[in-house]
């Protein structure tokens, strides 16, 4: 009975041990923050691979930005999309990914939610490997409009926040079209990633 006391007091002990640790939030404080929980996200659909940030990359979602649409509604389908095998614009089939692609996503109110988790390497549709980098998407086609005064002011923030915690200097960071052959983020926000 005593071994048996013993035993269930040493699990005791280690419960917390074995619990997820809480993630520091990656956003300024102040700043409007939707985390996986509240918005509603699945679990990963496949495996992920573990990454050490060393790089942050700016895209653009290349779809217009949605007013009329709650940040969880865009998240969730953005969830979907990525987790099913999906006809792309281009023609091109995009395949089944574990979790959104991108970590984390600033909406046309400037609001930002979290998408897949910054421990893991984000996912892309062109010929570069996104390990390292933390994948920041903003909402809209920035060939085509603009991004909105709210996105700008929380990007002012978002940015350097980000590179100072994860200790990225300003030559890393920078655009998609950087890394690979596309006109991700867009002219319109490219222009502006070296005020960031």
Known sequence: MKQASLFFACVLLLLPSCQRPATQQPVPNGMSFLSREAWGAKAAV??????????????????????????TDKMRALQKFSQEESALASGKTKPVWADIPYHLYV???????????????????????????LLVVVEGNFEVEEITAKQLATLERLIPALARQYSIPADSIGGHLDFAQTQCPGKLLYERLPHF
């Open 46 to 71: 496949l495996p992920m691979r573990s990454h050490t940030i060393h790089r942050l990359t700016i895209h653009h979602t290349a779809t217009r930005q949605a007013t009329d649409r709650t940040l």
């Open 107 to 133: 909406d046309c109110n400037g609001e930002v939610a979290e998408g897949r988790e910054l421990g893991y390497a984000g996912d892309s549709n062109t010929a570069y490997d996104p390990a390292g980098h």
